[in-house]
């Protein structure tokens, strides 16, 4: 086979023209990677939240036409000038966030919030040179949290890319690049519950339903769902989920009603909708004196979190956590190891797959709030 390396690449992309509006398949040209970039042959994509809430652009900096997509698997195609650690056939998972290895944060052991290449949702051009590796006629398309995996092939910085054991199987792993590691690590690396303790998770979506299954992985001896939707009580049970309430049946605050089952707070407890009322529950339903409540949701830019400091002061800890503390390109590979080596479980959260020419289906199992994840298969 003729190599593309150092060629301009004519493939497919599912194209974001304007808000809201279904993707459309376009003939895209992808550039070559420059300097410490890869370019990767997307194999499998599935489809996360964030995807959906930027494409209708509902609160934020709104870029069009856009390709969407973070979470995904695929094979190295070519490299750019300085890249040493990756080659062409690396099974990676590009990730949103990255990791330069050079930077305060990277080289703490503490932290995973990148300097240089730390999310960014505004950005739709390459750090390297500011700008677009797409384009269409000339025209440029821009990318998305530095992945656009919407497309056959990307162009991604070397910081955001995950080697991974080439045994692992892509069309299962690929949902560790985003909301499945972000559920899990906040549970095994920051709430950190021991054997036996308990742990309450609020919102049973697909990074909720992470945290529970880190619980389960622990050991946890109790896992107590919280949410308002009753359908999803059945689901969570697979992922470790013991008791399911919902704060709609009470007229007390949800963590009076945690507290009474639990004698006095859970242990640790895990907040992944994003809504500052839940935030609160989740911290005030942890028990005095050794209780650890993680925030993982996204809040609203005008929310603003109220609670006695006593509540502090009587030895609860408050902690907030950006893709479950993990780094991507240091901690994934073992992250990916866990599923192999079958300590955790992938495919109960992948619940659709579809052919990538029907992406658009994947949008509306989301709005309508069916399944988990749905994987997008690029060579269908």
């Known amino acids: 086979m003729a190599s593309t390396a150092g060629q301009v690449i004519r493939c497919k992309a599912a194209v974001a023209w304007e808000a809201g509006k279904p993707l459309v398949i376009e003939e895209v040209e992808v550039a070559p990677p420059q300097a410490m970039e890869v370019r990767i042959k997307v194999l499998f994509t599935s489809l996360c939240h964030t995807d959906v809430y930027f494409w209708e652009a509902k609160g934020q900096t709104p870029l069009f036409p856009r390709i969407f997509g973070h979470e995904a698997s695929g094979i190295v195609e070519s490299v750019g000038e300085g890249v040493t650690e990756l080659q062409p056939g690396d099974h990676v998972l590009p990730v949103f966030t990255g990791e330069c290895k050079e930077c305060r944060h990277c080289k703490s052991e503490e932290s995973n919030m990148c300097d240089l290449l730390r999310i960014n949702t505004d950005r739709g051009v390459m750090l390297n040179d500011n700008t677009s590796r797409f384009s269409i006629n000339g025209k440029p398309i821009y990318h998305f949290v530095g992945t656009s995996t919407f497309s056959e092939y990307t162009v991604v ?3 955001c890319v995950a080697k991974i054991d080439p045994a692992a199987p892509l069309d299962k792993v690929c ?15 920051v709430a950190k519950p021991k054997k036996g ?13 992470a945290a529970a299954e880190g619980a389960r992985m622990v050991g946890a001896s109790r896992i107590i769902g919280v949410d308002l939707n009753p359908n999803r009580f059945n689901e969570a049970k697979k992922f470790g989920v ?4 919902n704060p709609k049946d009470y007229d007390k605050p949800v963590q009076e009603v945690i507290a009474e089952m639990t004698d006095g707070g859970v242990d640790r407890s895990v907040e992944c909708t994003g809504n500052v009322n839940a ?3 989740a911290f005030e339903c942890v028990h005095d004196g050794w209780g650890v409540a993680v925030l993982v949701g996204v809040p609203n830019k005008d929310d603003a979190f109220k609670t006695h400091p006593m509540n502090l002061l009587n030895e609860r800890t408050l902690k907030g956590t950006f893709f479950g503390n993990y780094k991507p390109r240091t901690d994934l590979p073992s992250v990916v190891e866990k599923y192999m080596n079958k300590e955790l479980e992938l495919e109960k ?8 020419s029907e992406i658009n289906k994947a949008f509306d199992y989301m709005l309508q709030g069916a399944g988990l994840r749905c994987i997008i298969r690029m060579d269908a």
């Open 242 to 245: 013991t008791e399911f309430v």
């Open 175 to 189: 949902v560790l690049s985003c909301g499945i590691s972000t559920g899990l690590g906040a549970t095994l690396n």
């Open 157 to 159: 910085h070397i910081g």
């Open 197 to 209: 303790q308990s742990v309450a998770i609020f919102g049973l979506g697909a990074v909720g339903l």
């Open 279 to 281: 935030m609160i529950s």
């Open 349 to 356: 959260f992948i619940t659709h797959e579809v052919p990538f």
